[in-house]
Nanobody, 119 residues
Framework: QVQLVESGGDLVQAGGSLRLSCAAS????????MGWYRQAPEKQRELVAN???????NYADSVKGRFTISRDNAKNTVYLQMNSLKPGDTAVYYC?????????????WGQGTQVTVSP
């Protein structure tokens, strides 16, 4: 089991910045990747960015060049630095941890943190 606690969501004006944090606890050793997803009202949850143990990162096209994901392994924490925010970034942001043990892959989710970008 992996527990995830997110923080950092807030109301910000367009063009502003926020940093989200997600601290993981529990079965840390089997975490293969951590990342952030978001879900806007009446839309499907989508990947924003993720980072693998190898350091490889992936970003949604809509956030490339504006968002940066990073990971502090000593603190078991992943961050999402969001710059040049747009109203279209408004959503609930969920931290994700994906574990792999033997042949089994499991996704764990945080409770979500609200990001609201005003025009």
């Amino acid at each position: 089991q992996v527990q995830l606690v997110e923080s950092g969501g807030d109301l910000v004006q367009a063009g502003g910045s926020l940093r989200l944090s997600c601290a993981a606890s529990g079965s840390i050793s089997v975490i293969n990747a951590m990342g952030w997803y978001r879900q806007a009202p009446e839309k499907q949850r989508e990947l924003v960015a993720n980072i693998y143990n190898s350091g490889k990162t992936n970003y949604a096209d809509s956030v490339k060049g504006r968002f940066t994901i990073s990971r502090d392994n000593a603190k078991n924490t992943v961050y999402l630095q969001m710059n040049s925010l747009k109203p279209g970034d408004t959503a609930v942001y969920y931290c994700n941890a994906r574990t792999k043990f033997l042949l089994r892959t499991t996704d764990y989710w945080g409770q979500g943190t609200q990001v609201t970008v005003s025009p």
